[in-house]
Antibody
Framework: EVQLVESGGDLVQPGGSLRLSCAAS????????MNWVRQAPGKGLEWVSY????????YYADSVKGRFTISRDNAKNSLYLQMNSLRHEDTALYYC?????????????WGQGTLVTVSS | SYELTQPPSVSVSPGQTASITCSGD??????ACWYQQKPGQSPVLVIY???KRPSGIPERFSGSNSGNTATLTISGTQPMDEADYYC?????????FGGGTKLTVL
């Protein structure tokens, strides 16, 4: 069974930093591209970042570029998101999401999310 | 930046057909997919590659994509289908989500 378990969410002050983790199990993690997607309270889905299976290709949403860094450790079956210079508008539930890459790309498995709250 | 536009809400009576649209510039030239999200739950993929259903998704869910509009159709809508629905596409190495549509079954 595919499982994606996020952790690391917390209450942090504006300007602070936080590192999110996602532990993957039930599939060959090193074979899949992964993403972070967030959802502010009561709002819609917002894509944050993408990383290819080998980490050779990385993309960021304009809203987080230069502040967030996505990475992965295939030996540990883990995905990470380093979040710096956090802003109030980064407050959201952050999902770890597996991506299917092929004729078309789509997200087939989502974790339960970890909550990041940016507030003084 | 690329945008996908969805109606904020759609209402349907049980057993009837619900259609949720997603509009974007030349969206038909891209592949669209759809996610269902029920309150307090993570999103679930219901349609990918415009019109394909993942394993376990009921046949009443279907999709189409042409011109500037992708459409999610739910035939014989059931009360359990009440949820938020999001369309999604890729544009220039960025993933784009629509704003979401709240489907009410009443």
């Amino acid at each position: 069974e595919v499982q994606l378990v996020e952790s690391g969410g917390d209450l942090v002050q504006p300007g602070g930093s936080l590192r999110l983790s996602c532990a993957a199990s039930g599939f060959s993690f090193s074979s899949y591209s992964m993403n972070w997607v967030r959802q502010a309270p009561g709002k819609g889905l917002e894509w944050v970042s993408y990383i290819s299976s080998s980490s050779s290709t990385i993309y960021y949403a304009d809203s987080v570029k230069g502040r967030f860094t996505i990475s992965r450790d295939n030996a540990k079956n883990s995905l990470y998101l380093q979040m710096n210079s956090l802003r109030h508008e980064d407050t959201a539930l952050y999902y770890c999401v597996r991506e299917i890459v092929g004729a078309t790309d789509y997200f087939d498995y989502w974790g339960q999310g970890t909550l990041v709250t940016v507030s003084s | 930046s690329y945008e996908l536009t969805q109606p904020p809400s759609v209402s349907v009576s049980p057993g009837q057909t619900a259609s949720i649209t997603c509009s974007g510039d030349k969206l038909g030239d891209k592949y669209a997919c759809w996610y269902q999200q029920k309150p307090g739950q993570s999103p679930v993929l219901v349609i990918y590659q415009d019109n394909k259903r993942p394993s376990g998704i009921p046949e009443r869910f279907s999709g189409s994509n042409s011109g500037n509009t992708a459409t999610l159709t739910i035939s014989g809508t059931q009360p359990m289908d009440e949820a938020d629905y999001y369309c999604q596409a890729w544009d220039s190495s960025h993933v784009v989500f629509g704003g979401g549509t709240k489907l009410t079954v009443l």
